[in-house]
């Protein structure tokens, strides 16, 4: 094998270990949430929690697998709802409701949906 392939193999084992401990950190973070304290808007400007729980895979669903690897979408819904940033829209404050969310348990079945893929 080449010294190329093997740096190439080696920077790929690397950033592959670097992703996996980011989503470890990440699920344990939102691994404390009480799961009723996802609908909740701690910052009246920005979105309830729920948001975030869906924002990372996402996004890097929209970015990397979406854009780079032109891979069809996952769950069009959720690539939509959980892509949109953090600034309010036209200054407003949001008017959504807990009700307007899907559940925990989808968001996270969307998750680990993205992560699947996006791995292979």
């Given at each position: 094998m080449s010294k190329k392939i093997r740096n190439a193999d080696g920077v790929k084992s690397s950033l592959r270990a670097q992703l996996e401990?980011?989503?470890?950190?990440?699920d344990a973070?939102?691994?404390?949430?009480?799961?009723?304290?996802?609908?909740?808007?701690?910052i009246a400007e920005r979105h309830r929690i729920i948001f975030y729980l869906g924002h990372l895979e996402a996004f890097d669903?929209?970015?990397?697998?979406?854009t780079s690897f032109q891979m069809r979408p996952l769950h069009e819904e959720f690539e939509r709802l959980f892509a949109f940033g953090i600034d309010p829209v036209d200054g407003?404050?949001?008017?959504?409701?807990?009700?307007?969310?899907?559940?925990v348990d989808a968001v996270r079945r969307y998750n680990l949906d993205a992560r699947q893929a996006g791995d292979h």
């Open positions: 401990e980011g989503r470890r950190q990440t973070i939102f691994g404390i949430v009480n799961q009723q304290a996802f609908y909740d808007r701690p669903w929209n970015m990397v697998c979406g407003e404050l949001p008017q959504d409701r807990p009700s307007d969310w899907p559940s």
